[in-house]
Structure formats: C-alpha cells, structure tokens
C-alpha cells in the first residue's frame, strides 16, 4: 500500500509563494506519474498539475499556468508544487495523487491519494 503525504500549506498573502511538497512512502511511486489537484468549499476537485515518471513531462491547468511549477526529486520519493504569485481564488485544499498511468493521474480516478493540505491566500 503506498501512503501519499501533504505538507507545506498555510497562510499567505496575495502575491506570495508557498511549496507544497508530497512524500511517498515507497519509492515505487518513483515509476509512478503523480499530480496535485485542489479543492475549495463548495466546489468540486480539480486538476491542477501532473508530472510523469522521470519529470520529463508536466501538465498545469490554465488556471495555473505560468504560476506553478510541478517537480519531483526520485531520492526523496518527494514531488513539489511551487506556487509564486498566489491568488486569493487559489484558496483550497490541496491533494497529490499517484497513479501507474499519466492519462489517469490527470483524472479523478488515480489509485493513491494523499489527505491534503489546506492553503489559504488572503487579499
């Protein structure tokens, strides 16, 4: 069984930066393209990055494009998510999820999920 675990969210304000990184806790996942997707109060989950087994290939929703930056470092079974000039609709709870296949990891139906970290960007 591989566990997923968040960590790196908190309060910031508009325009600021905050890291989000995802531990794993096999290095299989290190075969395994991984994602970030987000959730905010009364809304539905989305996708925001995706990243393929050797980071050679990374996805980012429109949203976030030319904001965030999605990486990973196989040493550390860790995949990031660096989120510069943060928005107050950036607001939500953030999830990495893991998955044998790029196509699914982009989905909602990946295999592993972690619990999440809430980020908040206040105006």
């Known amino acids: 069984q591989v566990q997923l675990v968040e960590s790196g969210g908190g309060l910031v304000q508009a325009g600021g930066s905050l890291r989000l990184s995802c531990a794993a806790s096999?290095?299989?996942?290190?075969?395994?393209?991984m994602g970030w997707f987000r959730q905010a109060p009364g809304k539905e989950r989305e996708f925001v990055a995706a990243i393929n087994w050797n980071g050679g290939n990374t996805l980012y929703a429109d949203s976030v494009k030319g904001r965030f930056t999605i990486s990973r470092v196989k040493s550390k079974n860790t995949v990031y998510l660096q989120m510069n000039s943060l928005k107050p609709e950036d607001t939500a709870n953030y999830y990495c999820?893991?998955?044998?296949?790029?196509?699914?990891?982009?989905?909602?139906?990946?295999?592993?999920w972690g619990q999440g970290t809430q980020v908040t960007v206040s105006s």
């Open positions: 999820a893991a998955d044998p296949y790029y196509e699914i990891v982009r989905s909602m139906a990946a295999t592993y």
């Open positions: 096999r290095p299989t996942v290190n075969t395994y393209p």
